[in-house]
């Protein structure tokens, strides 16, 4: 622990010029290892979504837990993880007919499933690949966004036939995404609905496997039979949408972004950070705010500090607000060049906005950048 702290205030004092973010090793790799746990416990395999951490290195600490699957949402985070020797990748965004002959070159190196939902798709995919992929049909079991209602038993079939007739391609079953579950009032229930619909469905079906992903479901419910694979990504960060759920606590959140304090305005209670939305995001939680503070001065993850809340964002500013007494006195004691530690509303959103993370022990970690053409 005092190596630890030792490394915080040199990073505090040497290292951390501007807004960076920060990665607590421990409790990721802590977060990570329940996960996998939980996926054993409940037999299915676990395939972890990427696009939360982004990093070759984060990847290795799933690895080092016995991970050898992951999920991604681009085919530019496909390519890097093949790059960094991952060898079973689902691509699980619906297909896209104009990158067919980037899938086909990553299918010649790598076991790749993708995702269809539409005929067009699945032709565009048998006259473009020369390599098998695995071909997953996206279900739609009340979330709303991509993907053949699970009802639709007719057209499930009509698909299915169509994937099984392409050259190259083979079916490999059913996966949905519950991303309704986040707002819903038990995200457990929300979870059960969707394994019956998958299961459902499967009846009509007769084939494939079937995989769900989200990590509300994940977190909160045990009985996953029937089921075959579990996608969550959130959990290896978590973080305050996830906690206002009652999916985390406090001490599972992995990922804050330290910020520069260079306005302190006792007058009207707030201090403001360089650190706006083009470093956390626009996401605010349900009552508006835009982020909460889990620490003040060191680099150390505390707990959640009473009475703090990024209250307004611009651009490049963010506005922090003191409420309540404790919170005043600290503000108070407040000078630009302090650090805060904010904790992101929305990990995966917050972590896009940077290039790479800083552990506590003071390590750089590479994150893949996204192909802008
Ligand atoms: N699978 C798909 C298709 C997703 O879109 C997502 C997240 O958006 C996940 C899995 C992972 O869910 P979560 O972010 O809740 O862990």
Same mark, same amino acid.
Do not use: K
């Given at each position: 622990v005092s190596d630890l702290l030792a490394t915080s205030r040199h990073l505090r004092e040497h290292l951390i010029r501007r807004a960076t973010l920060l990665v607590d090793e421990r409790r990721a790799r802590s977060n990570i290892e329940t996960f996998v746990q939980r996926a054993a416990n409940a037999n299915v395999i676990l395939r972890p979504h990427f696009k939360t951490h982004q990093s070759a290195k984060i990847a290795q600490w799933f690895g080092d837990a016995g991970v050898t699957r992951a999920t991604v949402s681009s085919l530019?985070? @496909? $390519? =890097?993880?093949?790059?960094?020797?991952?060898?079973?990748? +689902?691509?699980?965004?619906? #297909?896209?007919? $104009? !990158?067919?002959?980037? =899938?086909?070159?990553?299918?010649? $190196?790598?076991?790749?499933?993708?995702?269809?939902?539409?005929?067009? +798709?699945? #032709?565009?995919? @048998? *006259?473009?690949?020369?390599?098998?992929?695995?071909?997953?049909?996206?279900?739609?079991?009340? =979330?709303?966004? +991509?993907?053949?209602p699970w009802h639709d038993t007719d057209r499930l079939h009509d698909l299915v036939s169509l994937i099984e007739d392409a050259p190259n391609l083979t079916f490999r079953g059913l996966l949905t995404h519950a991303g309704h579950g986040y707002v819903a009032e038990d995200p457990a229930n929300t979870f059960s609905q969707t394994r019956l619909r998958l299961q459902e469905a499967h009846t009509v079906l007769k084939r494939g496997l079937l995989s769900a992903g989200d990590t509300p479901g994940f977190a909160t419910t045990r009985d996953w039979s029937g089921l075959d694979e579990a996608r969550p990504g959130n959990f290896v960060f978590y973080d305050l949408m996830q906690l206002e759920a009652d999916i985390c606590t406090a001490d599972?959140? %992995?990922? #804050?972004?330290?910020?520069?304090?260079?306005?302190?305005?006792?007058? $009207?209670? !707030? #201090?403001?950070?360089?650190?706006? @939305?083009?470093?956390?995001?626009?996401? %605010?939680?349900?009552?508006? *705010?835009?982020?909460?503070?889990l620490g003040l001065g060191e680099i150390g993850f505390e707990g959640l500090l009473p009475g703090w809340e990024l209250e307004r964002l611009s651009q490049e500013h963010g506005i922090l607000k003191a409420i309540g007494d404790q919170a005043r006195a600290e503000l108070v004691n407040l000078r630009p060049g302090n650090l805060v530690l904010v904790a992101p509303v929305h990990s995966c959103l917050t972590c896009e906005q940077f290039d790479c993370y800083q552990t506590l022990a003071g390590e750089t970690l590479p994150r893949y950048h996204r192909e802008s053409f």
């Open positions: 530019g985070q @496909a $390519r =890097y993880f093949a790059d960094h020797g991952w060898q079973d990748l +689902t691509l699980a965004m619906g #297909a896209n007919p $104009r !990158e067919v002959a980037d =899938y086909d070159d990553l299918a010649a $190196r790598i076991d790749l499933g993708l995702l269809v939902d539409h005929p067009h +798709t699945i #032709a565009a995919l @048998a *006259s473009g690949l020369n390599h098998p992929v695995g071909c997953w049909l996206d279900c739609d079991t009340g =979330y709303g966004r +991509t993907g053949v599972q959140l %992995a990922c #804050a972004v330290a910020c520069p304090v260079i306005g302190v305005y006792p007058e $009207r209670q !707030e #201090a403001v950070i360089h650190a706006g @939305a083009v470093h956390l995001s626009r996401e %605010a939680l349900q009552d508006g *705010s835009f982020g909460r503070l």
